[in-house]
């Protein structure tokens, strides 16, 4: 197990963290199997995407325009109940076979960090299944 620290900077924003986690995957010699990334909140979330020019932005708005807009009821903050329910929409953990010691994602695909409450520091968890 390991783990990565990623400061956010904005209230909205996604980081790609694809060449932090190859990085790591290079430590451990071309080993098979699968990674588990799992972010360690509940505002901030971990999926993948295609990162065209823009595309960031479009993922950020969309998720807040399906936001309805209702009077949530989160006894500590209510106005960040929507980044509650977006982070456990999309999910705090993602798993990626490894093939030749590299994520064995798609041509398009990034691994990226959704911010939705920063900007802050967020703490990750890197696990690895070796099949070998």
């Not at 960031?56 to 936001?67: A, N, S, W």
């Not at 456990?88 to 959704?114: A, F, Y």
């Amino acid at each position: 197990m390991h783990t990565i620290f990623i400061n956010t900077q904005k209230k909205d924003e996604i980081i790609d963290i694809t060449d932090t986690i190859e990085e790591f995957l290079q430590l451990k010699n071309s080993m098979q199997g699968a990674c588990l990334i799992f972010v360690k909140h509940t505002t901030c979330c971990i999926t993948t995407a295609d990162l065209d020019p823009g595309t960031d932005r479009d993922f950020l708005e969309f998720l807040r325009t399906i936001t309805p807009d209702i009077q949530f009821r989160h006894p500590h903050d209510p106005s960040h109940a929507p980044d509650h329910i977006l982070a456990s929409i999309i999910g705090t953990s993602i798993t990626i076979p490894i093939k030749n010691g590299k994520l064995d994602l798609g041509i398009w695909q990034r691994v990226i960090l959704v911010e939705l409450d920063g900007p802050r520091k967020r703490e990750l968890t890197i696990s690895l299944i070796n099949i070998t």
